[in-house]
């Protein structure tokens, strides 16, 4: 079965750094979309990132863009999400995600596959 483990969240702050890995096993993810998506508290869960597993085309959220960088290494069946310049705003538990298709990929919808999460708070 698919599996997808988050790490590398924790403390920061505001203007702080911190990268976080997703690692993936269980299935051969040549043709999925591998998003991360986040939900602070009294929010919806909302799209951060995502990027093609191969062709590595990548897109992100108005809301992060130019701050955030997604990558993977396929031979390492891992995707980080490099998050810079953070902000309070940020905080938030951060979910990897894997789409087996290629629609809503910017949208939970997508998404079979699921992480447990991770917490990143970002204090001011």
């Known amino acids: 079965q698919v599996q997808l483990v988050e790490s590398g969240g924790g403390l920061v702050q505001a203007g702080g750094s911190l990268r976080l890995s997703c690692a993936a096993s269980?299935?051969?993810?040549?043709?999925?979309?591998l998003g991360w998506f986040r939900q602070a508290p009294g929010k919806e869960r909302e799209f951060v990132a995502f990027?093609?597993?191969?062709?590595?085309?990548?897109f992100y959220a108005d809301s992060v863009k130019g701050r955030f960088t997604i990558s993977r290494d396929n031979a390492k069946n891992t995707v980080y999400l490099q998050m810079n310049s953070l902000k309070p705003e940020d905080t938030a538990v951060y979910y990897c995600?894997?789409?087996?298709?290629?629609?809503?990929?910017?949208?939970?919808?997508?998404?079979?596959?699921w992480g447990q999460g991770t917490q990143v708070t970002v204090s001011s």
């Open positions: 269980g299935r051969t993810f040549s043709t999925y979309t």
């Open positions: 990027i093609w597993w191969t062709g590595g085309r990548t």
């Open positions: 995600a894997a789409n087996p298709g290629s629609q809503y990929r910017t949208d939970i919808r997508g998404y079979t596959y």
